[in-house]
């Protein structure tokens, strides 16, 4: 067994460093709290998220321009850099930027050992296995306010969150027990339905809005099914999130199956302008707004 102290070292100095270890403890505790908060990068949209909530804006984000397509809301200033796409950045060009802190989200993009070789890093979860992505977020938002010394930003942007849901609830309540149905169309044979485990399942839970949906999804909480499978869906309000897909969706609605859809015959479909389905607070919050315009009463 090594020996854990030196022999060397006098009794009272052994004293000095053991009294002062509190007060390099508070120094190394000061650095890594010194992030500079305008030059951290966000390799991924849902910790790009999460600074938008602190009140931040990133000094990067990967892929913008399928940002502006599949999130769009919050807008991001055009001071923002692209550094590439998600799951292959720019190494070179982040290794320019001299980041003080890389965000990312875990398992997705480059390992987090070719990051660290260029800044410190912090990934965070998107689902951890509980199928409740919005109460990951929460827990997300808590732990980067901790990591950036901003934590009354994030207790006050979750108390904004909580107030908000419990303002928009009541306008659910006359709509009664009719379902939605969340779709996104992937191809003109092919649409991603929203179900359980994922983050909009959760607020239509908070809602108390039912989800029409009661088929398989996976650990994101969604499923990618043929577009014949909508048939099957009755009584239900449709409502499809648009990413700059005008013409495959124009050609999915020319044809017979669209034509006889149940949802299309009642007129309950309705397209809507994107939301990040693997977002944080932010993302649920514009949900909310979403849905309360298309199947909601008035405020």
Known sequence: MPELINPSISRRQLLTALALSPLLFRMGSARAASIDPHRIVALEWLPAELMLALGVTPMAVADMDNYRAWVGEPELPASVIDVGLRTEPNLELLTQLKPSLILYSAGYGPSPEKMTRIAPGLGFNFNDGSG????????????????????QAAKDHLAHFDRFIAEMKPRFIPRGDRPVLLITLLDPRHALI??????????????????????????????????????????????????NNDAEMAKVMATPLWQAMPFIRQNRFQRVPAVWLYGATISAMNFTKMLAKAVGSAA
């Open 132 to 151: 409740k992505p919005l109460s990951v977020a929460r827990h997300s938002l808590t732990e980067l306010g901790d990591k950036l010394g901003m934590q």
């Open 194 to 243: 929203v179900g359980q485990n994922s983050l909009f399942q959760e607020v239509l839970d908070l809602l108390g809005v039912k989800n029409a949906w009661h088929g398989e999804t996976n650990f994101w909480g969604t499923a990618v099914v043929g577009l014949e499978r909508l048939a099957a869906v009755k009584d239900a309000d449709v409502i499809c999130f648009d990413h």
